[in-house]
């Protein structure tokens, strides 16, 4: 596998990574509350109920947003691997982009001060922006060449 294709593919491995990462701690802390405050699973069976009854909703909020963002930048990285091009620029972008979604995360499920978490989560989308219309662009110019 090239290096460049290497790096891409770690990327998205690092984020799985913290994905797991921080749905495993959601878990712990989920089931830790329920059985200390005896909230019964079946009244939290909804994300409505779920976060009228449980006092600490961070991580399992972080959890979703993982799912969110980051899928823009999972399509990246499988179509820059798919038609083979795997500039340095986009590596270097991938790798921020982590960089940034681990800060937003850690920022989430902590001491959650918003303005903080926005600045990662602004940096990290206008990133992943950024480097879809590079991309587009770079695939647009390729073509006419």
């Given at each position: ?46 994300t409505f ?33 798919a038609v083979?091009?795997?500039p340095d ?57």
């Amino acid at each position: 596998m090239q290096s460049n294709a290497l790096h891409l593919v770690c990327s998205c491995l690092a984020m799985v990574i913290l994905t797991l990462v921080v749905g495993v701690f959601m878990l712990f802390t989920r089931v830790s509350e329920m059985r200390s405050r005896r909230i019964p699973p079946q009244s939290a069976s909804t994300t409505f109920t779920m976060g009228s009854k449980l006092e600490d909703v961070r991580r399992a909020d972080n959890f979703r947003n993982l799912f969110e963002v980051p899928v823009l930048f999972y399509c990246l990285v499988a179509i820059a691997l798919a038609v083979g091009r795997t500039p340095d620029w986009l590596i270097s972008g991938c790798w921020l982009f982590v960089a940034l979604r681990a800060a937003h995360s850690v920022i989430h499920c902590t001491y959650n001060k918003v303005y903080h978490r926005l600045t990662a989560f602004v940096a990290g989308f206008g990133l992943v922006v950024g480097m879809w219309i590079t991309f587009a662009v770079s695939l647009a110019s390729a073509r006419t060449t």
